[in-house]
């Protein structure tokens, strides 16, 4: 059983340019949530999802953060334009029926802007 | 924002020793959960606990949950090499989930 997978693992980038993160839950779960991990600020929930639907972007820090879920296996998250302090690691999670039962985590993509 | 905070930060403990974390949070909460992360990977659920459950035991993790005192444990028994690595809670609120910092742990062959 595949669980959920982040592409890419790792990106390196320039400030100014557009990073997309990609996300794949596992299958039949209806909810995704998008994260951010530093060591300053541990981990922030950004924004999730029910059956494809934004419910909370509330974590979104700013217009240059945008996510969307075309449909029920696959999400995405762009940062344009990014800037260094984007630097970080995103993880995508997933569960069936939401914030009480357990979420289950991808590997995350390591973020770096220069 | 984080609403739990784990106590210690970090534990270095020897292989076959118990390891217990702490966790305090500072509003109600529907369940309280535990996730553990090894380096570089992503976080791994443990167990949940309801808010009104004390105790909950999965194999050699035994977790509490004090709502009086807004605060719950963790407590690994005879821990292994394979332990090593951080260790989350995360409290649930209606649909906002919170995690706490985190604690290390290193467990010593």
């Known amino acids: 059983d595949a669980g959920v997978i982040q592409s890419p693992r790792h990106e390196v980038t320039e400030m100014g340019q557009e990073v997309t993160l990609r996300c794949k839950p596992i299958?039949?779960?209806?909810?995704l949530f998008w994260y951010r991990q530093t060591m300053m600020r541990g981990l922030e929930l950004l924004i999730y999802f029910n059956n494809n639907v934004p419910i909370d972007d509330s974590g979104m820090p700013e217009d240059r953060f945008s996510a969307k879920m075309p449909n029920a296996s696959f999400s995405t998250l762009k940062i344009q334009p990014s800037e260094p302090r984007d630097s970080a690691v995103y993880f995508c999670?997933?569960?069936?029926?939401?914030?009480?039962?357990?979420?289950?985590f991808g590997d995350g993509t390591r973020l770096s802007i220069l | 924002s984080q609403q739990g905070e784990e106590d210690p930060q970090a534990l270095s403990i020897q292989e076959g020793e118990n390891a217990t974390m702490n966790c305090s949070y500072k509003?109600?909460?529907?369940?309280l959960q535990w996730y553990r992360q090894n380096s570089g990977r992503g976080l791994v659920h443990l167990i949940l606990i309801r808010s009104n459950e004390r105790e909950k035991h999965s194999g050699r993790l035994r977790v509490t949950l004090d709502t009086s005192k807004k605060s719950s444990s963790l407590l690994i028994t005879a821990s292994r090499a394979a332990d090593t690595a951080s260790y989350f809670c995360a409290t649930v609120l209606g649909y906002k989930l919170s995690f706490g910092a985190g604690t290390t742990v290193t467990v010593r062959a």
């Open positions: 509003t109600s909460i529907n369940n």
């Open positions: 999670a997933s569960s069936l029926r939401g914030m009480m039962q357990p979420q289950h």
């Open positions: 299958s039949g779960h209806d909810y």
